[in-house]
Each structure stands twice: as structure tokens, then as C-alpha cells.
């Protein structure tokens, strides 16, 4: 399965913006999907992440109450909404997935999937 994240881009503090990542070569209706960011100078970072159905859903602390995961198994896609932005989200985002369907402890971790998209650049200006 190849993944290509878009919808990256410059953004105000107290903005918002929609990420999504579309897959090819496969389904991914089985699969669970994460996103994950990396700011420069730092590791490469949990954001979010949902089970293959959509039922379970995870978040990092820092963007629980602003950022919304969701997917959508019948176009083999899935989004990120971003609202209230602040300027330390900025970051590249990257999408995950990996046939481990349901969430469990391995989800938050880089390790817990398997396929990676190329990354997509998200500046929040104060």
C-alpha cells in the first residue's frame, strides 16, 4: 500500500486546516491509520490515530479537544482536521497505516505501523 498525505500549508495561530491521505496499490479498509508529525530539531512525534472501522480513536495530549481523525474505508482515504493551530504544531505530518486493524499499545509508536506517506509541511505563524 502506498500512502501520499496532502493538504499541508501555511496557517495563522487559531486557524484550522484539513489534512488527508489517500492510498493506492490496495485497501485499507482493514487497516488501522495513524498520523504522526516531526518538527524540526525533534523526533518524529504521535498525533493520531483510528482502528479500521472508525469506532476507536486516539489522540496525543497536545491536540486532544482540536484535532479530529476520521476515515472514510469506501474511498480508501483518511483526514485530519486541525482547528485552534498553534504555532509549536508546526511540523511535517505524516500518514500511517498498518494491517494491525484495532488500536492497541503499539499504536502511539512508529513502530506500530508498517506503510509511511511522504510527509506533508504545516506552518503555524504567530
Known amino acids: 500500500v502506498q500512502l501520499q498525505a496532502s493538504g499541508g500549508g501555511l496557517v495563522q495561530a487559531g486557524g484550522s486546516l484539513r489534512l488527508s491521505c489517500a492510498a493506492s496499490?490496495?485497501?485499507?479498509?482493514?487497516?488501522?491509520m495513524g498520523w504522526f508529525r516531526q518538527a524540526p530539531g525533534k523526533e518524529r512525534a504521535f498525533v493520531a490515530a483510528?482502528?479500521?472501522?472508525?469506532?476507536?480513536?486516539d489522540y496525543a495530549d497536545s491536540v486532544k479537544g482540536r484535532f479530529t481523525i476520521s476515515r472514510d474505508n469506501a474511498k480508501n482515504s483518511m483526514h485530519l482536521e486541525m482547528n485552534s493551530l498553534k504555532p509549536e504544531d508546526t511540523a511535517i505530518y505524516y500518514c500511517?497505516?498498518?494491517?494491525?486493524?484495532?488500536?492497541?499499545?503499539?499504536?502511539?509508536?512508529?513502530?506500530?505501523?508498517?506503510?509511511w506517506g511522504q510527509g506533508t509541511q504545516l506552518t503555524v505563524s504567530s
Open positions: 500511517a497505516a498498518d494491517p494491525r486493524g484495532y488500536l492497541s499499545g503499539s499504536h502511539s509508536e512508529s513502530r506500530g505501523f508498517g506503510s
Open positions: 496499490g490496495g485497501t485499507l479498509r482493514t487497516y488501522r
Open positions: 483510528i482502528s479500521w472501522s472508525g469506532a476507536s480513536q
